[in-house]
Protein backbone atom coordinates (compact mmCIF):
# COMPACT_ATOMS: atom_id res chain seq x y z
CA UNK A 1 0.00 0.00 0.00
CA UNK A 2 0.86 3.59 -0.88
CA UNK A 3 2.49 5.48 1.93
CA UNK A 4 0.76 8.95 2.33
CA UNK A 5 2.27 12.06 3.12
CA UNK A 6 1.98 13.01 6.46
CA UNK A 7 1.78 17.03 6.44
CA UNK A 8 2.94 17.11 10.15
CA UNK A 9 5.97 15.89 9.33
CA UNK A 10 6.54 18.09 6.46
CA UNK A 11 6.84 14.96 3.84
CA UNK A 12 8.21 15.01 0.71
CA UNK A 13 9.46 12.18 -0.73
CA UNK A 14 12.75 12.52 -2.93
CA UNK A 15 11.59 10.33 -6.44
CA UNK A 16 14.12 11.28 -8.92
CA UNK A 17 16.80 8.77 -8.98
CA UNK A 18 19.08 11.21 -11.08
CA UNK A 19 19.21 13.52 -7.80
CA UNK A 20 19.71 10.96 -5.45
CA UNK A 21 22.61 9.84 -7.47
CA UNK A 22 23.72 12.89 -7.55
CA UNK A 23 23.71 13.42 -3.67
CA UNK A 24 25.42 9.75 -3.09
CA UNK A 25 28.02 11.16 -5.05
CA UNK A 26 28.53 14.31 -3.42
CA UNK A 27 28.99 12.44 -0.08
CA UNK A 28 31.13 10.16 -1.64
CA UNK A 29 30.87 7.00 1.30
CA UNK A 30 33.19 4.15 1.61
CA UNK A 31 32.20 1.04 3.31
CA UNK A 32 33.00 1.79 6.65
CA UNK A 33 31.68 4.89 7.37
CA UNK A 34 29.65 6.16 10.37
CA UNK A 35 26.48 7.21 8.00
CA UNK A 36 23.91 8.59 9.65
CA UNK A 37 20.79 9.57 7.84
CA UNK A 38 17.86 11.79 9.08
CA UNK A 39 14.60 11.31 7.48
CA UNK A 40 14.55 8.62 5.32
CA UNK A 41 10.72 7.98 4.10
CA UNK A 42 10.96 5.40 1.54
CA UNK A 43 14.43 4.68 1.01
CA UNK A 44 15.39 6.79 -1.96
CA UNK A 45 18.44 7.82 -0.33
CA UNK A 46 18.98 4.62 1.36
CA UNK A 47 18.98 2.22 -0.59
CA UNK A 48 22.04 3.56 -2.56
CA UNK A 49 23.60 4.46 0.49
CA UNK A 50 23.49 1.08 1.95
CA UNK A 51 24.88 -0.36 -1.53
CA UNK A 52 27.91 1.47 -0.56
CA UNK A 53 28.27 1.25 3.40
CA UNK A 54 28.88 -1.96 5.45
CA UNK A 55 25.61 -0.30 7.65
CA UNK A 56 23.50 2.41 8.33
CA UNK A 57 21.74 4.54 11.09
CA UNK A 58 19.20 6.50 10.30
CA UNK A 59 16.79 8.50 12.40
CA UNK A 60 12.61 8.35 11.53
CA UNK A 61 9.89 10.22 13.54
CA UNK A 62 6.88 8.29 10.94
CA UNK A 63 5.75 4.94 13.15
CA UNK A 64 4.68 3.00 9.56
CA UNK A 65 7.84 4.26 8.14
CA UNK A 66 9.80 2.94 10.98
CA UNK A 67 8.16 -0.37 11.01
CA UNK A 68 8.66 -0.44 7.42
CA UNK A 69 12.40 0.29 7.21
CA UNK A 70 12.75 -2.78 9.92
CA UNK A 71 11.14 -5.43 7.95
CA UNK A 72 13.12 -4.38 4.55
CA UNK A 73 16.54 -4.69 5.93
CA UNK A 74 18.29 -7.12 8.38
CA UNK A 75 18.99 -4.85 12.06
CA UNK A 76 23.23 -5.13 11.22
CA UNK A 77 22.86 -3.47 8.26
CA UNK A 78 20.07 -0.84 8.89
CA UNK A 79 20.05 0.42 12.49
CA UNK A 80 16.71 2.60 13.14
CA UNK A 81 16.34 5.09 15.95
CA UNK A 82 11.85 6.03 15.78
CA UNK A 83 12.36 9.11 17.24
CA UNK A 84 11.71 13.47 16.49
CA UNK A 85 15.51 14.40 15.38
CA UNK A 86 14.67 17.59 17.37
CA UNK A 87 14.90 15.18 20.92
CA UNK A 88 17.76 12.70 19.51
CA UNK A 89 21.13 12.62 21.49
CA UNK A 90 23.48 12.20 18.32
CA UNK A 91 26.62 11.82 21.06
CA UNK A 92 25.77 7.59 21.44
CA UNK A 93 26.27 7.59 17.28
CA UNK A 94 30.25 7.58 17.79
CA UNK A 95 32.66 10.10 16.19
CA UNK A 96 33.32 11.20 12.33
CA UNK A 97 30.00 11.12 11.90
CA UNK A 98 28.62 11.83 7.96
CA UNK A 99 24.97 12.67 8.41
CA UNK A 100 22.62 12.70 5.37
CA UNK A 101 19.46 13.73 4.85
CA UNK A 102 15.97 15.27 2.75
CA UNK A 103 14.96 16.99 5.74
CA UNK A 104 11.95 18.11 6.69
CA UNK A 105 11.53 22.24 6.14
CA UNK A 106 9.10 22.75 8.68
CA UNK A 107 12.05 22.35 11.41
CA UNK A 108 15.04 22.83 9.19
CA UNK A 109 16.48 25.67 10.92
CA UNK A 110 15.72 24.25 14.72
CA UNK A 111 17.39 21.02 13.50
CA UNK A 112 20.48 22.66 12.12
CA UNK A 113 20.71 24.43 15.51
CA UNK A 114 20.43 21.08 17.02
CA UNK A 115 22.76 19.58 15.30
CA UNK A 116 25.66 22.34 15.80
CA UNK A 117 26.08 20.88 19.10
CA UNK A 118 27.53 18.05 17.73
CA UNK A 119 29.59 19.30 15.68
CA UNK A 120 33.04 17.63 17.12
CA UNK A 121 31.87 14.77 16.55
CA UNK A 122 30.87 15.39 13.03
CA UNK A 123 32.83 14.87 9.64
CA UNK A 124 30.56 16.37 7.12
CA UNK A 125 26.65 17.24 6.62
CA UNK A 126 25.15 16.69 3.34
CA UNK A 127 21.26 18.35 3.55
CA UNK A 128 18.50 19.17 1.36
CA UNK A 129 16.78 21.65 2.08
CA UNK A 130 15.05 24.72 0.88
CA UNK A 131 16.71 26.67 -1.83
CA UNK A 132 15.59 30.14 0.33
CA UNK A 133 17.38 28.74 3.28
CA UNK A 134 20.75 27.11 1.78
CA UNK A 135 20.97 31.06 -0.09
CA UNK A 136 20.75 32.31 3.57
CA UNK A 137 23.47 30.46 5.19
CA UNK A 138 26.01 30.66 2.72
CA UNK A 139 24.98 34.59 2.30
CA UNK A 140 27.97 36.72 2.76
CA UNK A 141 28.34 40.12 4.70
CA UNK A 142 26.21 42.81 2.14
CA UNK A 143 23.95 40.41 0.65
CA UNK A 144 20.36 40.63 1.50
CA UNK A 145 20.30 37.11 2.72
CA UNK A 146 22.45 37.27 5.52
CA UNK A 147 21.59 37.18 8.83
CA UNK A 148 21.27 35.15 12.15
CA UNK A 149 21.82 32.06 10.50
CA UNK A 150 24.33 32.57 8.20
CA UNK A 151 26.67 33.99 11.11
CA UNK A 152 25.65 31.43 13.40
CA UNK A 153 26.55 28.74 11.27
CA UNK A 154 28.70 30.44 9.45
CA UNK A 155 31.18 30.53 12.80
CA UNK A 156 30.85 27.00 12.79
CA UNK A 157 30.87 25.53 9.38
CA UNK A 158 32.72 25.85 5.83
CA UNK A 159 29.24 25.86 3.66
CA UNK A 160 28.74 25.32 0.11
CA UNK A 161 25.40 25.15 -1.76
CA UNK A 162 26.35 22.22 -4.43
CA UNK A 163 23.23 22.19 -6.63
CA UNK A 164 19.25 22.92 -6.98
CA UNK A 165 16.51 20.57 -6.67
CA UNK A 166 13.58 20.98 -8.62
CA UNK A 167 9.93 20.19 -6.91
CA UNK A 168 9.06 17.85 -9.63
CA UNK A 169 11.89 15.75 -7.74
CA UNK A 170 9.19 15.17 -4.74
CA UNK A 171 6.15 13.65 -4.25
CA UNK A 172 4.38 15.41 -2.96
CA UNK A 173 6.24 18.16 -5.08
CA UNK A 174 7.20 21.18 -2.48
CA UNK A 175 5.55 24.52 -3.62
CA UNK A 176 9.40 25.58 -3.27
CA UNK A 177 12.69 24.79 -4.80
CA UNK A 178 15.76 22.75 -3.00
CA UNK A 179 18.58 22.39 -3.00
CA UNK A 180 21.81 20.74 -1.48
CA UNK A 181 24.81 22.05 1.03
CA UNK A 182 27.55 20.18 2.13
CA UNK A 183 28.84 21.68 5.53
CA UNK A 184 32.34 20.40 7.14
CA UNK A 185 32.62 21.73 10.74
CA UNK A 186 35.67 23.92 10.79
CA UNK A 187 38.82 23.06 12.68
CA UNK A 188 39.67 22.91 16.69
CA UNK A 189 41.58 26.29 15.72
CA UNK A 190 38.55 28.47 14.34
CA UNK A 191 38.43 32.13 15.98
CA UNK A 192 35.51 31.25 18.47
CA UNK A 193 33.65 33.40 20.82
CA UNK A 194 34.31 33.20 24.77
CA UNK A 195 31.02 32.26 24.86
CA UNK A 196 28.26 30.69 22.78
CA UNK A 197 25.46 32.10 24.20
CA UNK A 198 26.53 35.46 24.11
CA UNK A 199 27.26 35.19 20.47
CA UNK A 200 24.05 33.97 19.80
CA UNK A 201 22.63 36.60 22.42
CA UNK A 202 24.39 39.24 20.32
CA UNK A 203 23.75 38.00 16.85
CA UNK A 204 19.95 37.84 18.05
CA UNK A 205 19.67 41.16 19.15
CA UNK A 206 21.83 43.20 16.44
CA UNK A 207 19.42 41.05 13.55
CA UNK A 208 16.29 41.69 15.51
CA UNK A 209 16.31 45.10 13.90
CA UNK A 210 18.37 44.59 11.29
CA UNK A 211 17.30 48.05 9.07
CA UNK A 212 18.56 50.23 12.08
CA UNK A 213 21.83 51.20 13.29
CA UNK A 214 23.83 48.96 14.82
CA UNK A 215 24.40 52.04 17.62
CA UNK A 216 20.49 51.94 18.36
CA UNK A 217 19.44 48.43 17.25
CA UNK A 218 21.71 46.70 20.39
CA UNK A 219 19.92 48.85 22.82
CA UNK A 220 21.60 49.55 26.21
CA UNK A 221 24.55 47.43 25.00
CA UNK A 222 25.33 49.78 22.15
CA UNK A 223 27.41 51.87 24.81
CA UNK A 224 29.39 49.11 25.84
CA UNK A 225 30.46 48.13 22.39
CA UNK A 226 34.46 49.24 21.96
CA UNK A 227 33.05 50.35 18.45
CA UNK A 228 36.79 52.09 17.57
CA UNK A 229 38.84 49.36 19.02
CA UNK A 230 36.86 46.28 16.94
CA UNK A 231 37.12 48.40 13.99
CA UNK A 232 33.16 48.56 13.55
CA UNK A 233 31.74 51.96 12.11
CA UNK A 234 29.05 53.12 14.97
CA UNK A 235 27.13 53.41 11.64
CA UNK A 236 27.56 50.14 11.12
CA UNK A 237 23.97 48.02 10.62
CA UNK A 238 24.74 43.89 11.29
CA UNK A 239 24.36 42.63 7.37
CA UNK A 240 27.61 44.69 7.15
CA UNK A 241 29.28 42.73 9.78
CA UNK A 242 32.03 39.78 9.40
CA UNK A 243 31.22 36.73 11.74
CA UNK A 244 34.89 37.57 13.17
CA UNK A 245 33.15 40.88 14.10
CA UNK A 246 30.54 39.49 15.76
CA UNK A 247 32.50 37.32 17.75
CA UNK A 248 34.73 40.02 18.93
CA UNK A 249 31.45 41.98 19.73
CA UNK A 250 30.17 39.36 21.76
CA UNK A 251 33.54 38.92 23.39
CA UNK A 252 33.41 42.46 24.14
CA UNK A 253 29.86 42.58 25.56
CA UNK A 254 30.13 39.28 27.58
CA UNK A 255 33.79 40.85 29.12
CA UNK A 256 31.40 43.84 30.10
CA UNK A 257 28.96 41.18 31.86
CA UNK A 258 25.91 42.01 29.42
CA UNK A 259 25.41 39.16 27.93
Known amino acids: MKHQARKRFGQHFLVDESITDSIVRAVNPRRSDNVVEIGPGLSALTRPLLDKLDCLKVVEIDRDLA ?56 RDQHFMLQREVIDRMVARPGDSDYGRL ?37 PADRPRARSEEALSATVARAFAQRRKMLRRGLGDWAALVPWQQLGIPETARAEELSVAQFIAMADALHEAGAV
Do not use: C, W
Open 67 to 122: ARLRRQYAPERLQVTEADVLTVDFAPFGGALRVVGNLPYNISSPLLFHLMAYADQV
Open 150 to 186: SVMLQSRYDMEKLFDVPPEAFDPPPRVVSAVVRMIPL
